[in-house]
């Protein structure tokens, strides 16, 4: 696992304005910010100068999760934990205290991460009684830095799927996470609260977790912004996992600098220029290209033709075998892996359950699918029915993810590429019902992001604009070579200074 060290407070308030520097200024008079245009960053900014207070943003964002209960976003709404942290930001700063790198900013912590004195339920009702004690690193550095947890997001139960349709818990009369931009559409997933959350502006900033898609697959249906990073570049201990080699913490948010502000916390890192488009280089692979729908297809070709006239350099790139090698990678690692990797996790942190009675319990058809036929009895899908799935993994592990990985690694160096870039998913959010989350859906709304994830690189997502039928967000990720995480956040910035941020739901 990397080490990393979280951002100095004196290179965070190098990158602020001067007032920020300066500190609260005794004649201001806080008034509440406009939260539907609010970035993470623009709020820190704000609350180091003193023209808002952490309780009144903390105030506005919880106000606005109550008013979108039917999206069904949070699991736990912390509102009385929250406004006494808030204060005790504001007290600090009016006592004259060093601003912190987030100053009592607002954020969403998904439901697999442990945050102390809430629950951690993973989405899935066996968990919902298990109240860690401690927060996980992850948590621990934001926190550090100032942050304010609004409460914990709901989520694709387990993390095991793509589109938040989740029957366990419910804050609002349907079922499943919503789409903050169209409510009779899926949120995507697994980190489907802190999407949903994010686009409908319950929070300015958030952090889930992604195994093959889950912090880039919401944040392309819901407008934001998110990186998963180089695997072992976050500290995982204190999150529910499926698969140890895959799965990643990431930053979720409203803009790639709040990404990046969220990164350099949480594994350590310098303040970022945009990247120069003009010495930027973009591999496009036909794989990720094929079956796009109409809204996704015109989006995508309009954000290609706005980074070429923005001076960067798109390069057709052809990866042999990459969906084969991808397929070779992906089940057999996870469902292999699922099973010793949650039986030690419930054992470990003393959740009072073990791995039977979690699957007992599971509320989501599909997954409990999944578990009873594949991860609990250690079996693999095949054409004859069920396979043992050691011989797969054993084979994945010693050869496909290498090989993966050397794809990978060669197509970066022949191409001299800073990233490739790509549609985040072929299509729009699909509409919410239990079929959404069948494994068809699953194989087509995984197509794209699953292959970087079995690499074990990193990817940014961003949007890309709204589709011109259905209104609906259509994201576009950047993925880069292993390790590249702060180069491939500042082609992200320049990248989103052409193709803009999205307006907030109407």
């Known amino acids: 696992m990397t080490s990393a060290t979280p951002v100095s407070r004196a290179a965070w308030l190098a990158a602020l304005p001067l007032a920020a520097a300066l500190g609260p200024c005794a004649n201001a008079q806080p008034a509440v910010p406009d939260i539907a245009t609010l970035t993470a ?68 912590i998904k439901d697999n991460i442990q945050v102390r004195g809430l629950p951690a339920t993973a989405g899935t009702p066996a968990l919902k009684g298990f109240v860690p004690t401690a927060d996980a690193p992850v948590v621990a550095r934001l926190r550090a830095a100032g942050a304010v947890v609004l409460g914990k997001t709901n989520m694709h139960e387990l993390a095991f799927g793509v589109t ?69 570049r976050y500290p995982q201990q204190g999150i529910a996992p499926i698969s140890h080699t895959r ?35 973009l591999g496009v692979v036909p794989a990720f290209q094929a079956g796009l729908d109409t809204d996704t297809r015109a989006a995508t070709d309009a954000a290609f033709a706005k980074l070429r006239a923005a001076g960067a350099t798109l390069v057709d790139v052809d990866m042999p075998g990459l969906m084969e090698l991808n397929g070779a990678v992906g089940f057999p690692l996870a469902l292999y892996e699922a099973y010793d990797d949650m039986a030690a996790y419930l054992a470990k942190y003393r959740t009072g359950i073990d791995i039977a009675q979690l699957t007992a319990g599971i509320a989501s058809p599909d997954v409990k699918g999944t578990f009873e036929a594949f991860v609990v ?29 050397k794809l990978y690694r060669d197509t970066f160096a022949k191409h001299r590429l800073d990233a490739l ?17 069948s494994p068809e859906n699953f194989g087509a709304l995984i197509r794209n992001t699953d292959p970087g994830s079995n ?34 956040l500042a082609v992200g910035l320049a990248v989103e200074k052409v193709l803009g941020r999205l307006p907030a739901p109407k």
């Open 164 to 232: 938040g349709y989740n029957p366990a818990f419910q804050t609002g009369p349907e079922v499943g996470v919503r789409n903050a931009y169209d409510p009779s559409r899926i949120a995507g997933g697994s980190s489907s609260g802190n999407g949903a959350a994010l686009g409908a502006r319950m929070a300015p900033a958030a952090l889930g977790t992604d195994t093959g898609g889950s912090v880039r697959i919401p944040c392309a249906f819901n407008g934001c912004a998110s990186l998963r990073p180089t695997v072992g």
């Open 455 to 488: 690499a074990g690189i990193p990817g940014v997502q961003l949007p890309s604009g709204l589709g011109a039928t259905s209104g609906l967000p259509v994201g576009l990720e950047l993925d880069g070579p292993a390790g590249s995480d702060r180069r491939l």
């Open 421 to 437: 870039v790509f549609p985040t998913v072929p299509g729009v959010a699909l509409a919410a019902a239990p079929e959404a989350s």
């Open 247 to 281: 799965d990643t913490a990431g930053p979720m948010a409203q803009s790639m600098a709040d990404v990046a502000l969220l990164d350099s916390i949480i594994a350590g890192g310098a303040p970022l220029k945009p990247a120069d488009l003009k010495r930027v280089r």
């Open 41 to 108: 960053t623009e709020a820190v900014r704000q609350l180091c100068a003193g023209t808002v207070t952490s309780e009144q943003l903390v105030s506005a964002y919880l106000a606005q999760a109550k008013a979108k209960a039917n999206l069904n976003a949070f699991v736990t709404l912390d509102e009385a934990g929250a406004l006494a942290a808030a204060r005790a930001a504001d007290a600090l700063r009016k006592r004259g205290g060093a601003c912190t790198p987030l100053a009592g900013l607002p954020v969403a």
């Open 377 to 405: 009895p250690r079996k693999l899908p095949a054409a004859s029915g069920v396979v043992d799935a050691r011989p797969a993994y054993e084979h994945a592990m010693r050869v496909a993810r290498p090989a993966l990985r």
